[in-house]
């Protein structure tokens, strides 16, 4: 079965600018979390959808938003991109509802902002 | 909250001699614990985790970790060091008991840069 996948895998951006990222998890795997890693602060939670709803968020201003489909892929958005944003994004999913912890991680989105 | 601690940045070591990655946490309730890996320019990888029972949990490539509930540590070691397990390393922490959306969500430390030395 193929794992998490993520797109785009480089992208490029200037201050100011819009970006989204996207995320398909494990085939039949619900929830998606979005972490941010950025250069020296380990992984950063963002956002967990589950079942088409956003059901947490971290600690990230409302410029960051997200969605997830009917088929449990997400998207990431982040407006107004500052520069501090440049980082390497993650998604990840679980085995299933009971979530143990175990998270599958995709390769990650890294977004350079210039 | 949930917190963890990788007290080092950067460990180094010997190929063939023992390994140890540092790692405590801090939960209200009874934890979760997981060690992660990301090689350059990847996403992170599952090594092992704890969810009860034998406080030694064994994981891939010859990795174990101990759990000790006393100093709320959660070590990773290696008896021998390959060249080939130089990488960044995580540790996570999940409150066993949370069942609100901020206690589902892993909790991860800064990581731990290994290199091992030829």
């Known amino acids: 079965e193929a794992g998490v996948t993520q797109s785009p895998t480089h992208l490029i951006k200037t201050r100011g600018q819009q970006v989204t990222l996207r995320c398909s998890p494990i085939s039949g795997h619900t929830s998606v979390y979005w972490y941010q890693q950025a250069l020296g602060l380990g992984l950063q939670f963002l956002l967990w959808?589950?079942?088409?709803?956003?059901?947490n968020r971290g600690n990230f201003p409302p410029r960051f938003s997200g969605r997830q489909f009917p088929n449990y892929s997400s998207e990431l958005n982040v407006n107004a991109l500052e520069l501090e944003d440049s980082a390497l994004y993650l998604c990840a999913s679980p085995p299933g509802r009971a979530n143990t912890g175990e998270l599958f991680f995709g390769e990650g989105s890294r977004l350079t902002v210039l | 909250a949930q917190s963890v601690a990788q007290p080092e940045d950067q460990v180094n070591v010997a190929e063939g001699n023992p390994l140890t990655v540092k790692c405590t946490y801090s939960v209200s309730g009874n934890p979760y614990l997981f060690w992660y890996v990301q090689y350059p320019n990847r996403g992170l990888q599952f090594l092992l985790k704890y969810i009860t029972g034998d406080n030694l949990v064994k994981g891939s490539y010859g990795f174990e970790a101990e759990f000790n509930k006393s100093q709320t540590s959660f070590h990773l070691k290696k008896p021998s060091a390959l060249v080939s397990d130089s990488a960044l390393y995580f540790c996570?922490?999940?409150?066993?008991?949370?069942?609100?959306?901020?206690?589902?969500?892993?909790?991860f430390g800064s990581g731990t840069q290994l290199t091992v030395l030829p």
């Open positions: 996570a922490v999940r409150d066993k008991t949370g069942s609100s959306g901020s206690a589902r969500q892993l909790t």
């Open positions: 959808y589950d079942e088409g709803e956003e059901r």
